[in-house]
């Protein structure tokens, strides 16, 4: 499956984080979603043969990695109170099929 | 206009009860769409796609769609208590990509 980490984290306004995943094994595309509270997940990006394939309204300070045994990073720099969320990693093979979700980062900004 | 809309809820229903779940997307193009299940805490757990106009079944699921009204369902037929979860919609918005766009979700509630 899809695996993340860690779990959860609590970080200070202004810190940087960094937020990990590894690909369900055959799978060449990973997205990033944020997923706030009571609310849907909302697309950060996307990475396929790692290079950035899609990105959403999300400001430059968001930023990832796809490396070549295709796990994947998300930075986040100069953390804000809103950046609070959970993080979900999902991968999929290039296609129309669903995604696989990682079990999630629960981002807390204090 | 938001993409993809869906009633928050919570809908309750009795267990044993069919519960209908309803999500309509703005993009007229949209080519694949999904339902996840997320149990509170967790991660999204995909149970359906569908692609064609009409009806998919699968096990207590059925997928509707009706690109025409776009409009896309899900029933749930003899509902259990753990069947209890927020139920996402997801919309592709082309084959190729994985250009998902999600609803908020509806929180459904099966009473037992």
């Known amino acids: 499956g899809v695996t993340q980490s860690p779990t959860h984290l609590i970080k200070t306004r202004g810190q940087q984080v960094t937020l990990r995943c590894s690909s369900q094994?055959?799978?060449?595309?990973v997205s990033w979603y944020q997923q706030a509270l009571g609310q849907g997940p909302q697309f950060i990006f996307q990475?396929?043969?790692?290079?950035?394939?899609g990105r959403g309204n999300f400001p430059p300070r968001f930023s990832g990695l796809q490396f070549p045994n295709d796990s994947s990073e998300l930075n986040v720099n100069a953390l804000e109170l809103d950046d609070s969320a959970l993080y979900l990693c999902?991968?999929?093979?290039?296609?129309?099929?669903?995604?696989?979700f990682g079990s999630g980062t629960r981002l807390t900004v204090v | 206009q938001k993409e993809v809309e869906q009633n928050s809820g919570p809908l309750s229903v009795p267990e044993g009860a069919i519960a209908s779940l309803n999500c309509t997307y703005s993009?007229?193009?949209?080519?694949?769409f999904f339902w996840y299940r997320q149990y509170s805490g967790k991660s999204p757990e995909l149970i359906m796609s569908?692609?064609?106009?009409g009806d998919k079944e699968d096990g207590r699921f059925t997928a509707q769609l009706n690109k025409a009204s776009q409009y896309v369902s899900l029933l749930i037929r003899d509902s259990q208590p753990s069947d209890s979860a927020t139920y996402l919609c997801?919309?592709?918005?082309?084959?190729?990509?994985?250009?998902?766009?999600f609803g908020p979700g509806t929180r459904l509630s099966v009473l037992p």
């Open positions: 999902a991968s999929s093979s290039q296609g129309r099929w669903g995604y696989t």
């Open positions: 094994s055959g799978h060449n595309t």
């Open positions: 990475y396929y043969r790692e290079e950035e394939n």
């Open positions: 993009d007229r193009g949209s080519q694949s």
């Open positions: 569908i692609y064609s106009n």
């Open positions: 997801a919309v592709n918005r082309d084959n190729y990509g994985q250009n998902f766009v």
